[in-house]
């Protein structure tokens, strides 16, 4: 007979952001942080005014929190996947957001997925981040 060990699932909703209805910001299982889509909410749940870079940095931004708060670091994030409501001003800003993306997180790049999609949940969303990490035995 062999010895099972029940993992217990831990949801994560920082403080910081938005409070969730219906969805969680983020679920720690084992050493896994499951990181729910984020869109540009700010803190009031508004979308953040500005273009793809500044919704990026506010969705990213959102992200990072959500890992942090669960013991993470940005270099755990092992998957990300964003979906965009225009690839095309993706690509025109992809200076811009690189910049940003190895200011917040560094420049160890996890498996990465962009996705075309016709709108997201709030209509003035440009850019939804969802990420998956393990995070790392730094002791």
């Not at 990072?64 to 225009?86: K, M, N, Q, R």
């Not at 800003?93 to 709108?119: F, H």
Request: charged share 20%; glycine share 10%; net charge negative.
């Amino acid at each position: 007979m062999t010895e099972t060990t029940l993992i217990q699932n831990l949801t994560i909703n920082p403080e910081t952001l938005g409070k969730p209805s219906g969805f969680a910001h983020g679920v720690l299982a084992g050493n896994t942080v499951y990181l729910g889509g984020q869109t540009a909410l700010d803190k009031d749940m508004k979308i953040v005014p500005g273009n793809i870079v500044d919704q990026f940095r506010q969705a990213f931004s959102n992200v990072l929190a959500t890992l942090v708060e669960a013991g993470g670091l940005p270099e755990d994030l092992v998957s990300v996947t964003i979906y965009l409501t225009d690839v095309d001003d993706y690509l025109a800003n992809g200076r811009e957001i690189g910049r940003l993306w190895r200011e917040m997180a560094g420049s160890k790049y996890p498996a990465l997925a962009g996705i075309g999609v016709s709108r997201l949940w709030q209509k003035e969303a440009l850019i939804e981040i969802q990420g998956v990490a393990v995070i790392q035995d730094r002791a």
